[in-house]
Protein backbone atom coordinates (compact mmCIF):
# COMPACT_ATOMS: atom_id res chain seq x y z
CA UNK A 1 0.00 0.00 0.00
CA UNK A 2 1.25 3.36 -1.08
CA UNK A 3 1.59 6.11 1.44
CA UNK A 4 -0.71 8.49 -0.02
CA UNK A 5 -3.23 5.16 0.68
CA UNK A 6 -2.37 5.29 4.31
CA UNK A 7 -2.82 8.91 4.51
CA UNK A 8 -6.21 8.99 2.92
CA UNK A 9 -7.39 5.70 5.91
CA UNK A 10 -6.20 7.64 8.48
CA UNK A 11 -7.76 11.31 7.60
CA UNK A 12 -10.90 9.37 6.89
CA UNK A 13 -10.66 7.47 9.81
CA UNK A 14 -10.18 10.53 12.49
CA UNK A 15 -13.45 12.07 11.25
CA UNK A 16 -15.62 9.18 11.45
CA UNK A 17 -14.48 8.05 14.66
CA UNK A 18 -15.21 11.57 16.59
CA UNK A 19 -18.47 11.41 14.26
CA UNK A 20 -19.51 7.72 15.39
CA UNK A 21 -18.42 7.96 19.04
CA UNK A 22 -20.85 11.38 19.59
CA UNK A 23 -23.97 8.85 18.34
CA UNK A 24 -23.86 7.65 21.56
CA UNK A 25 -24.70 10.64 23.15
CA UNK A 26 -27.28 12.21 20.84
CA UNK A 27 -29.06 9.01 20.61
CA UNK A 28 -29.30 8.29 24.15
CA UNK A 29 -30.22 12.00 25.21
CA UNK A 30 -27.41 12.67 27.07
CA UNK A 31 -27.70 15.43 29.71
CA UNK A 32 -25.28 17.43 27.77
CA UNK A 33 -26.49 16.72 24.72
CA UNK A 34 -29.93 17.56 25.35
CA UNK A 35 -28.78 20.73 27.20
CA UNK A 36 -26.91 21.67 23.75
CA UNK A 37 -30.07 21.35 21.88
CA UNK A 38 -32.10 22.73 23.95
CA UNK A 39 -30.12 26.04 23.67
CA UNK A 40 -30.40 26.06 20.18
CA UNK A 41 -34.07 25.41 20.45
CA UNK A 42 -33.93 22.17 18.85
CA UNK A 43 -34.24 19.42 20.84
CA UNK A 44 -35.08 16.21 20.03
CA UNK A 45 -35.77 16.69 16.56
CA UNK A 46 -32.23 18.73 15.76
CA UNK A 47 -30.35 16.12 18.27
CA UNK A 48 -31.48 12.86 16.61
CA UNK A 49 -31.91 14.80 13.28
CA UNK A 50 -27.93 15.63 13.41
CA UNK A 51 -27.09 12.30 14.52
CA UNK A 52 -28.89 10.64 11.91
CA UNK A 53 -26.68 12.93 9.34
CA UNK A 54 -23.67 12.23 11.28
CA UNK A 55 -24.17 8.56 11.26
CA UNK A 56 -24.69 9.03 7.46
CA UNK A 57 -21.58 10.76 6.84
CA UNK A 58 -19.19 8.51 9.22
CA UNK A 59 -20.51 5.28 7.19
CA UNK A 60 -19.52 7.34 3.99
CA UNK A 61 -16.13 8.45 5.20
CA UNK A 62 -15.00 4.84 6.13
CA UNK A 63 -15.69 4.17 2.21
CA UNK A 64 -13.37 5.19 -0.09
CA UNK A 65 -15.46 5.53 -3.32
CA UNK A 66 -18.15 7.74 -1.03
CA UNK A 67 -15.17 9.45 1.01
CA UNK A 68 -15.76 12.86 -1.05
CA UNK A 69 -19.40 12.46 -0.26
CA UNK A 70 -19.02 11.47 3.88
CA UNK A 71 -16.79 14.67 3.92
CA UNK A 72 -18.93 17.26 2.17
CA UNK A 73 -21.77 16.09 4.54
CA UNK A 74 -19.69 16.25 7.48
CA UNK A 75 -18.47 19.81 6.51
CA UNK A 76 -21.58 21.10 6.28
CA UNK A 77 -22.97 19.11 9.91
CA UNK A 78 -19.90 20.20 11.55
CA UNK A 79 -20.04 23.68 10.33
CA UNK A 80 -23.60 24.21 12.02
CA UNK A 81 -21.99 22.80 15.03
CA UNK A 82 -18.97 25.27 14.79
CA UNK A 83 -21.31 28.42 14.24
CA UNK A 84 -23.30 27.74 16.90
CA UNK A 85 -20.73 27.18 19.11
CA UNK A 86 -19.32 30.57 18.15
CA UNK A 87 -22.38 32.20 18.72
CA UNK A 88 -25.03 30.32 21.09
CA UNK A 89 -23.48 28.35 23.07
CA UNK A 90 -20.02 29.02 23.65
CA UNK A 91 -16.34 27.43 23.19
CA UNK A 92 -16.92 25.88 26.46
CA UNK A 93 -20.09 23.52 27.01
CA UNK A 94 -20.97 23.12 30.90
CA UNK A 95 -17.41 23.29 32.26
CA UNK A 96 -16.36 21.05 29.11
CA UNK A 97 -13.14 22.86 29.08
CA UNK A 98 -13.76 23.48 25.17
CA UNK A 99 -13.68 19.71 24.33
CA UNK A 100 -16.52 19.50 22.08
CA UNK A 101 -15.61 22.87 20.07
CA UNK A 102 -12.11 21.19 19.76
CA UNK A 103 -13.38 18.19 18.38
CA UNK A 104 -15.59 19.74 15.76
CA UNK A 105 -12.42 21.78 14.46
CA UNK A 106 -10.62 18.67 14.13
CA UNK A 107 -13.83 16.90 12.44
CA UNK A 108 -13.95 19.99 10.05
CA UNK A 109 -10.21 20.13 9.34
CA UNK A 110 -10.10 16.66 8.55
CA UNK A 111 -13.04 16.10 6.75
CA UNK A 112 -12.09 18.86 4.15
CA UNK A 113 -8.22 17.29 4.04
CA UNK A 114 -10.70 14.45 2.65
CA UNK A 115 -12.06 16.59 0.24
CA UNK A 116 -9.80 17.60 -0.71
CA UNK A 117 -7.93 14.54 -1.42
CA UNK A 118 -10.48 12.85 -3.06
CA UNK A 119 -11.89 15.25 -5.01
CA UNK A 120 -11.20 14.15 -8.22
CA UNK A 121 -13.81 10.98 -7.21
CA UNK A 122 -16.66 13.89 -7.27
CA UNK A 123 -18.54 13.19 -10.31
CA UNK A 124 -19.37 15.87 -12.60
CA UNK A 125 -16.29 18.11 -11.89
CA UNK A 126 -13.57 16.20 -13.46
Known amino acids: MTMKKYVSILIRLVPAVILLQTLFFKFTAAPESVYIFETLEL ?6 GSGIV ?5 VLLLIPKTAWAGAGLSL ?7 VSHLTLLGIEVQGDGGYLFFLAVIVFVFS ?3 LWMHRKKIPYLN
Open 43 to 48: EPYGRI
Open 54 to 58: ELIAA
Open 76 to 82: GVISGAI
Open 112 to 114: ASV
